[in-house]
């Protein structure tokens, strides 16, 4: 209250309130003249802005604003103002549950003076925007300051007046050119909360050259080693470029894309590859470790590349070429393998690797082609243990399913794994010849007694089956050893029907000691029942389940050898029927499994039958339970978990190992495209060709599973009564087609419902019916046989390319001539439909007469009926018989035309074999001169090497005397500047007392002034 009492005087010595002299000190302001007394009266209400927050904004806004427009040449007053604006706008965070409520009205208060300032009729923003580029260090670091605390409580109505104005923006960008660290700070913070959602606004910066200006920063703050400000840069770039193609463009165009690698470089010491036996130096062994700001940096830099290539965007082709060009993958994957490196930072740069070569066919040439010198992060083997040049590909399998380091616990250790898998997945993605040749590695391993001795020198394939062989072992230290292992192997064999033939081949045992060779898929089985029976943890049986489940899907000869082991459907069924203590989950899996395993055995050398599986399925587990154990699969949150982690609903490239991870996407997708016609499979019998890839579309059933997903009801159920209606109504024989059951399951009703009158009406519609069966039985055995063509066409993919061109034109030509066949069929089927209705109605009616007890006489009306139909029918039997005649002559034609096809087809066969034949010849003996080549450039790298080595010493004593000579050349620099100043400093204290001696001032001469004194 002293304060007060200084100004007592002006009210005649009475006490004044704070809002009194708050009034006082707000007009004074307002009014003066003499900006002496302005500038006293702002000071004043400076100094109350913080305590009496409401009563200097709601007394003294107004007038501050007006001495900001009217006075700014002064800038000792400017700077009271503005500090005292920021002051009433700032909003203040609570220190305590007491304070909380007063900071709730405290921002409310700074809201509505932050509303009153943007809303100034003169437009005080322009004012304030000007003052950017003012030269004072103060009235420029108050202005940034003031804008940002605008910006914090009406974003919106700021950004909207920033872009107003001509050059709003080149000021807030010109700020990152600003020498005073202080305020260029400042202005990063300003344009990172602008930039984060305003389009407009992140076009404007980034064509003011921002993007230079950024990356400098970073470089003179030591790069991504640097402090928090080189976060601020790379989170405002991170702003520019995100959901924005035009600034994405500019970028890439600016070659802003060329300059991100050198950003990924870290310190040779940080690398697994820095452990491969080369020694350090003493300054490598001295360099810090991973900080956690490093760690941040490096973190939005990977977040950054990521952004530029997300899969769909238009500029991700584009931007995968860059990378590629400018040689971003090298030093992505030396930060993958870096052992220091945190778990986070690691997987993020596998997770930008595989964005990087997804669907990028030279990219992922490239990476095919690359080989590594590094250590395991395995630190159980032996350090001397030399590392040897292996493809990219196996090590990053080998950090999916390997062994951890013992310093990393399983969970934090799992967000590598799934990036390494993920890389895997981008890899084979599109890449079908990726996928076979890592087909060719699954190899058994040599004893699976010692399987978990070493990861080292094995292939990628063979690592894979060690540790689903091992699985006791590797859940010992890790479960999502197994996990990802199943994973891999399933991703290799997904929608490969030559992978799945090449690992159908792998065989276990020692025939020469007399064991029988057990095939890989077999004992796989026999390692889920082990795992079940031992109460193992339910994601090895879940995950051991679902790679069967992807294996034996369209693949009828892995079905036929998978059930040459009885014991693998006894197993099934037990898991279904189980009551007690089997996980729901694994209960399921096996029924989705079960009904795949019936709706794909129709292998001709099977050893149990569709007609032997099928009372298995009906009658020992039922239809309903296997339908409420897939519906319950599909329900649970593990499943829903698993496709939302496919569709980017969640992620787990951060944190730990979520507890509702059991399945991958590639099973949740094989289930997707599966589960109507599973559903379908296992209510029909076993004559129905369920087997068809196109069978659900040819029944009329596949009401997608993404709409009944979304529905909420139980998709599927009116097709299920649907096709048990259609089963318990077809023939014995079993071998009507959909549209004959149809027709099948009509007709009798109308035939009892009129038999006690036969007209000729129904007599021509029965030979009708009888007739329209058959064209569609025709056109149905047609398709299959358009489809077996087609089959054979797509295996000769690899055919000269004239081939594909001429089958693939025939093939569309008579499948467009089928399609016009079918649609005449559907409107002759309409015109059935209709007479059968007339059919129906006139049955009412004499229905009605029969129950009022009248006997059925013919009336007027009924004749005419009659006879109407009876017209009808002549008309249509006509009809009918010249669309037969002309759909004979066009299915004789197809059916030359396929012989024709099938000729062509066989004679494309025999020159593919013999191509291949000569092809195989001829890699064969590139491959042994590769060999040698190999063998000769090793010889050469290990001569390189050890010279290398030598000049490597060398270079570095070079650059410690270019570093001495640059130092004393600096330390000459700096002498030269300090004479200089010397001398000036000398000149100007000479001419200031040359001027008091003007002044007559009794000034002594100096030393240097001594001698021209006396010459005067």
Not at 318 to 338: D, E, F, K, R, V
């Amino acid at each position: 209250m002293d304060f007060f009492k200084r100004y007592g005087a002006i009210g005649g010595n009475q006490p004044q309130s704070p809002a009194d002299t708050i009034q006082r000190m707000a007009d004074r302001a307002e009014t003066s003249t003499l900006l002496e007394d302005k500038r006293a009266a702002v000071l004043g209400l400076k100094g109350l802005s913080r305590e009496y927050r409401v009563d200097v904004g709601e007394a003294a806004l107004g007038a501050l604003l007006k001495v900001l427009k009217e006075d700014s040449e002064d800038q000792n007053l400017l700077k009271a103002v503005l500090e005292t604006l920021n002051n009433l706008c700032v909003r203040e965070s609570p220190r305590g549950e007491a304070s909380e409520a007063s900071a709730v009205q405290a921002d409310l208060a700074a809201d509505r003076f932050s509303q009153a300032i943007l809303r100034d009729s003169d437009d005080v923003i322009s004012t304030f925007l000007g003052l950017l580029g003012d030269a004072d260090f103060y009235i420029r670091y108050y202005t940034v300051q003031l804008l940002g605390t605008l910006h914090t409580c009406s974003g919106d109505e700021l950004q909207k007046r920033v872009l107003v104005s001509p050059t709003g923006v080149g000021r807030l960008v010109d700020l990152l050119s600003d020498q005073r660290d202080i305020i260029r700070n400042e202005g990063i913070q300003l344009l990172i909360a602008m930039t984060k959602s305003n389009a407009d606004i992140q076009k404007i910066v980034a064509f003011e050259n921002a993007f230079d200006r950024l990356l400098g920063i970073v470089d003179e703050e030591g790069g991504v080693r640097g402090n928090i400000i080189v976060q601020d840069c790379l989170q405002l770039l991170h702003n520019l470029l995100n959901y924005n193609v035009s600034n994405q463009n500019f970028f890439r165009e600016t070659s802003g894309i060329q300059r991100l690698p050198a950003l990924l470089i870290t310190d040779p010491s940080q690398t697994a590859a820095g452990r491969s036996g080369h020694p350090m130096s003493d300054a490598d062994e001295e360099d810090p470790e991973w900080t956690k700001q490093h760690a941040l940096n490096m973190l939005v830099v990977l977040d950054i590349i990521r952004m530029l290539i997300q899969p769909g965007n238009t500029n991700t082709q584009s931007n995968q070429t860059a990378m590629q060009q400018c040689g971003i993958i090298p030093p992505l994957l030396q930060l993958a393998l870096a052992y220091e490196a945190p778990s986070s930072v690691r997987s993020q740069a596998l997770y930008a690797i595989g964005d990087v070569i997804r669907a990028h066919q030279a990219n992922q040439n490239l990476f095919q082609r690359i080989l590594i010198t590094a250590a395991t992060d395995d630190d159980t083997i032996n350090p001397g243990t030399r590392a040897i040049p292996e493809p990219a590909i196996v090590i990053v399998i080998r950090l999916s399913v390997g062994k951890r380091p013992a310093a990393v616990s399983a969970n934090e250790y799992y967000i590598v794994r799934a990036a390494a898998a993920h890389l895997v997945q981008a890899y084979v993605g599109s890449n079908a010849d990726a996928q076979l040749a890592l087909a060719a590695t699954l190899t058994p391993p040599g004893d699976i007694n010692t399987i978990s001795e070493s990861e080292q020198h094995q292939s990628a394939g063979s690592l894979i089956v060690s540790v689903l062989l091992d699985w006791r072992e590797a859940c010992r230290e890790d479960v999502w050893r197994v996990w990802y292992a199943a994973l891999l192997l399933s991703t290799i064999l997904r929608d490969h029907g030559e992978c799945k033939e090449q690992a159908l081949k792998i065989t276990l045992g020692d025939t020469s000691r007399g064991e029988e060779p057990l095939p890989l898929i077999n004992e796989l089985m026999s390692q889920a029942r082990q795992a079940t029976q031992h109460g193992a943890d339910a994601r090895v049986s879940v995950a051991l389940l679902t790679l069967m489940s992807v294996w034996l899907s369209n693949f009828p000869k892995g079905v036929s050898v998978f059930l040459e082991e009885s014991a693998n459907i006894s197993f099934i069924v037990e898991q279904i029927s189980g009551s007690t203590g089997i996980n729901a989950l694994v209960q399921g899996v096996s029924a989705f499994l079960l009904g795949l395993v019936y709706q794909f055995d129709i292998d001709p050398e099977t050893p149990m039958t569709r007609e032997s599986l099928y009372p298995i399925l009906s009658k020992r587990v039922g239809a309903d339970q296997l339908l409420i154990r897939v519906q319950r699969l599909r329900d649970s949150k593990e499943f829903q978990y698993a496709v939302g982690l496919a569709a980017g609903t969640y992620s787990n490239a951060f944190g730990g190992a979520p507890a509702e991870v059991f399945f991958d996407g590639v099973f949740t997708e094989l289930f997707k495209q599966h589960y109507e016609s599973f559903r379908l499979a296992i209510r029909l019998g076993p004559n129905e060709a369920l087997a068809n890839p196109s069978y659900a579309y040819l029944q009329g059933s596949m009401t997608g599973y993404a709409s009944s997903a979304a529905s909420g009801s139980a998709p599927g159920t009116p097709l299920v009564a649907g096709a048990s209606t259609i089963s318990r109504s077809a023939s014995p024989a079993g071998g009507s087609s959909a549209a004959g059951g149809l027709g099948g399951m009509l007709a009798p009703t109308l035939t009892d419902r009129v038999s006690a009158e036969p007209t000729v009406a129904k007599a021509e519609y029965d030979a009708l019916n009888a007739k329209f069966a058959e064209q569609t039985n025709e056109v149905s055995e047609l398709r299959h046989a358009l489809e077996s063509s087609a089959a054979a066409y797509s295996a000769l993919a690899s055919a000269p390319q004239q081939h594909d061109r001429v089958d693939s034109a025939q093939l569309d030509q008579e499948r467009s001539q089928l399609a016009r066949v079918e649609a005449e069929r559907d409107e002759h089927a309409k015109e059935v439909l209709n007479l059968r209705a007339q059919l129906e109605e006139v049955q009412k009616q004499l229905d009605i007469s029969q129950l009022s007890g009248q006997q059925p006489m013919p009336d007027s009306d009924t004749a005419t009926r009659v006879s109407e139909l009876e017209q009808q029918m002549t008309a249509l039997r006509l009809d009918n018989e010249k669309r037969e005649t002309d759909w004979q002559s066009r299915c004789d034609e197809l059916q030359k035309k396929l012989a024709s096809a099938e000729k062509q087809v066989v004679k494309a066969a025999a020159a593919v074999r013999s191509t291949n034949k000569k092809k195989e010849q001829q890699q064969t003996a590139d491959l042994e001169a590769m060999q040698a080549d190999v063998k000769a450039k090793d010889e050469l790298i290990a001569q390189l090497t050890a010279e290398v080595g030598e000049l490597s010493k060398k270079a570095e004593q070079l650059d410690q005397m270019d570093e001495l000579k640059e130092r004393l050349a600096n330390l000459e620099k700096e002498q030269e500047d300090l004479l200089v100043y010397l001398a000036d400093q000398d000149q100007r204290a000479k001419e200031n007392r040359a001027k008091l001696r003007k002044y007559g001032e009794d000034i002594p001469p100096s030393d240097d002034e001594g001698g021209d004194d006396d010459d005067e």
